[in-house]
């Protein structure tokens, strides 16, 4: 009689634990093979666009909304068609880290950070933002909160516990709390929670950090919902994860890629690693799969302090001419080496944009880089195809191809020239349209004459340490 009662007070337990659970599974599952789908169609605003990844706090001297509203139309003027602002909410103080806090330790998904400004000035930054034809879209972070924040205060259960059953954090981040994707009532909060941001500010989208680490069916539902709202919406997924591109996200992070870019840039890989990685991305993604391509952001020390000038816009080079949507971060246009990863993701440390008068080149290069891709749909849309040459261990070499014209693109990203060929078979034709960002100094010759009077030699090709060259020929 014992025995059965013990067994009669386990089967009722357990039968409770059953009813008050949730359906949802575990989502720390193997990631699912997704090769043979196809990825959800991509508007074609976030295919042809060039994102501008937006630190409210160090973007300005004020650090506020207004001051992003104030350079709007020099972002227009450079190229950028999307602006992507960093979280805009109010940060935890519990535990946080540096002087201020991260803006990724949200203390309430619902406010907005005062330092930044209030309600109306982010409306006005929207609107004049969409007068002039630009994307806004903003941070959000729903893998975590602050210590303080509104929902530890208003639904503990909501967040993952550790053996003691206490409150944890996620990875090493001591500064934030893990939400548990497994409670029904989190789930239903953080769509409805998204709407309001579409609903009342008129966004464009969302930037989701940490994406890979929330349930991949919360977002496929949250998208359906959101675009109940607005249908033409873009979501950015901060992670290098395959399956979210079939139902979820536009694009994804093009981490591995990233990396090898920067042990290339730094010395310690040959460059044919970038195609290897390419490669490896393609078999692995579902087809049609876009990922976001950078060398900089506010994860890692700034680009120029990694690579140095001349490397920094050759890394450039690649991103910006690679197939995926290209990203700017926040000063990288004019060299500015004020850091903004940790540590200084705890401070404030403004853009320090006088760095323009010293590096004049940077904003040239940049403007006339994305001047160039929004002119060519086979660099916005093209196929690519990669094209040996006769130093791989250094230097990249690609066609982008689309129904009317082929680029071809040569770079060397080592800090030695290179002179050789590459083995492209058919070489009528092309023009070559590589960026000029020399100085102007009349009487001298334009862009335009010095690139008439430049030869084309295909297949042979001299570059530059850090050099690239960019032709290109319609295709009848």
Not at 305 to 312: K, M, Y
Request: glycine share 6%; net charge neutral; with cysteine.
């Amino acid at each position: 009689m014992r025995k059965f009662s013990t067994f009669l007070l386990l089967s009722v337990a357990l039968l409770s634990t059953l009813i008050v659970s949730t359906s949802y599974p575990s989502f720390h599952q193997a990631p699912r093979d997704v090769s043979q789908l196809t990825a959800r169609p991509v508007r074609d605003w976030v295919q042809d666009g060039v994102v501008y990844e937006v630190f409210p706090r160090a973007f300005s001297q004020g650090g506020n909304f207004d001051g992003i509203t104030a350079q709007l139309d020099r972002l227009k003027d450079l190229g950028v068609t999307i602006v992507w602002l960093m979280p805009i909410h109010p940060i935890g103080q519990e535990r946080k880290k540096g002087t201020i806090g991260s803006p990724y330790a949200v203390r309430d998904y619902y406010g907005i950070n005062p330092d930044y400004g209030n309600k109306e000035d982010l409306k006005r930054l929207v609107s004049e933002a969409h007068r002039r034809g630009l994307k806004v879209i903003i941070d959000i972070v729903a893998n975590h909160t602050s210590w303080d924040s509104v929902l530890i205060k208003n639904h503990p259960e909501w967040f993952k516990r550790d053996s003691q059953g206490q409150i944890t954090y996620p990875h090493d981040w001591v500064d934030v709390a893990a939400l548990d994707y497994s409670n029904a009532g989190l789930r239903d909060y953080m769509i409805e929670m998204l709407r309001y941001w579409l609903r009342e500010f008129d966004l464009d989208g969302f930037r989701c950090d940490v994406a890979g680490d929330v349930p991949t069916d919360f977002w496929e539902k949250a998208r359906v919902e959101l675009e109940k709202v607005k249908p033409d919406i873009m979501m950015l997924a901060e992670a290098h994860k395959a399956e979210l591109s079939v139902k979820a996200f536009d694009l994804g992070y093009s981490w591995p890629l990233h990396s090898s870019l920067t042990e290339v840039l730094q010395g310690k890989k040959p460059a044919s690693e970038l195609r290897r990685d390419w490669e490896a991305e393609v078999k692995e993604w579902p087809r049609g799969s876009l990922n976001l391509r950078f060398t900089d952001n506010h994860d890692e020390r700034r680009a120029i302090a990694r690579f140095g000038e001349p490397a920094t816009l050759a890394g450039s080079a690649f991103v910006f001419t690679l197939d995926g949507v290209p990203l700017l971060y926040n000063g990288m246009e004019v060299g500015d080496t004020t850091e903004s990863g940790a540590p200084a993701l705890f401070e404030k440390l403004p853009i320090f944009w006088p760095f323009m008068e010293r590096r004049p080149e940077f904003p040239r290069f940049y403007k006339q880089m994305m001047a160039l891709r929004q002119s060519s749909s086979a660099l916005r849309r093209g196929s690519l195809q990669w094209v040996n040459n006769s130093d791989e261990s250094r230097v990249v070499s690609y066609l982008r191809r689309s129904a009317d014209e082929e680029v071809l693109v040569i770079l060397n990203l080592s800090s030695r020239p290179f002179s050789g060929s590459i083995a492209v078979r058919k070489v009528d034709n092309f023009s070559e349209i590589t960026t000029d960002i020399s100085p102007q100094s009349p009487p001298g010759p334009t862009a335009q004459e010095r690139k008439s009077a430049a030869r084309v030699n295909l297949p042979a090709i001299s570059l530059s340490a850090w050099g690239y060259k960019i032709f290109r020929r319609s295709v009848k």
